[in-house]
């Protein structure tokens, strides 16, 4: 295929635009709900730091509980019915926030409740979306689509993330939940538009295998793969440390920084915004300096800004959280694209869902203990040593990229994972 034409991939793939128009919705309503679930909780129910540690760690508590069976279940089922049943789901459980709160009815725990519910619908729909995208993409087209669908996920996280502010300082907090579930509508109507139809699952295929045993084989191909095993051990540590200044951000521009609720969502934003040139940055640089020397740049060299975060300061200081917050988002897609478009090659479709849940289960598990974790060390010590604590861990996650395979090769393998338990084939050049 031509360049010309995987230029135009948007332009000429109806399927994979719907997909990509519904995932940026979905995207910036969840945006929109990072900065606004906390400041309600913040500011009309007067939560402590911990409880909006817990908080936050609902959100990705039950990756934890089903990340691993809903691998397997997924791959027993068509992919984009489950996506659809999950932003369903999702639209009316944010719908529930300001009605609850118009009836006197609003509270933490029920915060916390629809947080897990939805949580729980994010588990399934990320899965199934993830095994979905290459069934209607060619192997030449994704790299490209997995680029453009990270650079509009940040993009419409930045808009989210500015628009939560707005919102909450123009019609309230609570009523930013409005426009989180109206988005999860929006990416409904686009998933209901896709004409692509996978086939049905042969039931009898799948009935003599046992759940447990499909859970295994995802988790033994994580284990004893080297390349993939490095991947998902370096992003559980680094979402470890990510959401644990994540999940008090909020409450340390606030209560230390002494930044006014209405403006967070646009510092935030602007840090944010560095997850856009991630994207653009992304398969350029693995082009030139190979795909595992530009994740080691991404992942660690861009990683260090993270300690200029809790430095910030009232006025121009500021700019310190904002510089920082863009290194960070930038290196962290980037990083993502590589990482996504390596996997959907080098995994079995078949297998795929299986691999997705068990390094999602590995990789996400630890935000709600990073969550936990900063909520924790926000009430231990005060608001800046937490930060400090927490952004220091960022930079240390990617010495595991350091000390492995990646840090040792030019590119990540691009030949086909073999099943686990037979020997893994590898196009990676060594240095």
């Known amino acids: 295929m031509s360049d010309e034409r995987r230029v135009g991939l948007l332009r000429r793939h109806r399927d994979f635009r719907l997909l990509w128009c519904g995932e940026a919705a979905g995207k910036f309503g969840s945006s929109v709900t990072s900065v606004a679930m906390p400041l309600i909780a913040v500011s009309t129910l007067d939560a402590t730091t911990l409880e909006v540690g817990v908080l936050s760690a609902s959100a990705w508590l039950p990756w934890l509980v089903i990340g691993l069976p809903a691998g397997a279940w997924v791959d027993r089922m068509r992919r984009r019915p489950v996506m659809l049943t999950a932003a369903a789901v999702s639209f009316l459980l944010f719908s529930v926030i300001p009605v609850a709160a118009w009836t006197g009815r609003l509270s933490v725990g029920l915060l916390v409740v629809i947080a897990l519910l939805t949580g729980t619908a994010a588990v399934f729909f990320q899965t199934a979306y993830s095994a979905y995208l290459p069934s209607i993409l060619a192997p030449e087209d994704q790299a490209e689509g997995n680029a453009k669908l990270h650079g509009s996920a940040s993009a419409a996280q930045i808009a989210g ?58 988790l033994r191909l994580v284990a004893r793969d080297p390349w993939i095993r490095t991947l998902t051990l370096f992003a559980a540590t680094s979402n470890l440390a990510l959401m644990g200044y994540q999940s008090i951000q909020v409450v340390f521009l606030v209560d230390t920084v002494g930044l006014a609720p209405g403006a967070v969502g646009g510092i935030i934003a602007a840090a944010g915004a560095g997850g856009i040139a991630g994207a653009f940055i992304a398969r350029r640089a693995a082009g030139r300096i190979g795909t595992a020397r530009a994740t080691l740049l991404f992942e660690l060299g861009f990683a260090i800004f993270a300690l200029l ?9 500021l ?113």
């Open 161 to 218: 993330l500015g628009s939560a502010g707005l919102i909450g300082q123009v019609a309230g907090a609570v009523n930013a939940m409005f426009a989180n579930a109206g988005t999860f509508l929006v990416s409904l109507v686009c998933l209901l538009g896709i004409r692509h139809r996978e086939p049905r699952r042969d039931r009898a295929a799948v009935r003599p295998k046992a759940l447990l045993g499909e859970v295994g084989e995802g």
């Open 309 to 317: 975060i809790p430095t910030a300061s009232a006025g121009a200081g």
């Open 319 to 431: 700019l310190l959280f904002a510089i920082g917050g863009f290194f960070v988002s930038a290196g962290v897609v980037a990083g993502n694209v590589i990482k996504a478009s390596f996997q959907q090659r080098y995994c079995p479709p078949e297998l795929l869902g299986r691999l997705t849940a068990s390094t999602s289960f590995l990789n996400y598990g630890t935000i709600p203990l990073g969550a936990l974790l900063g909520g924790w060390l926000g009430t231990v010590f005060d608001l800046r040593t937490a930060m400090w604590i927490t952004t220091a861990g960022v930079p240390l996650a990617a010495l595991i990229l350091v000390f492995s395979p990646i840090g040792r090769s030019r590119d990540l393998p691009t030949a086909p994972v073999s099943r686990p338990g037979r020997t893994v084939r590898s196009a990676a050049e060594a240095v």
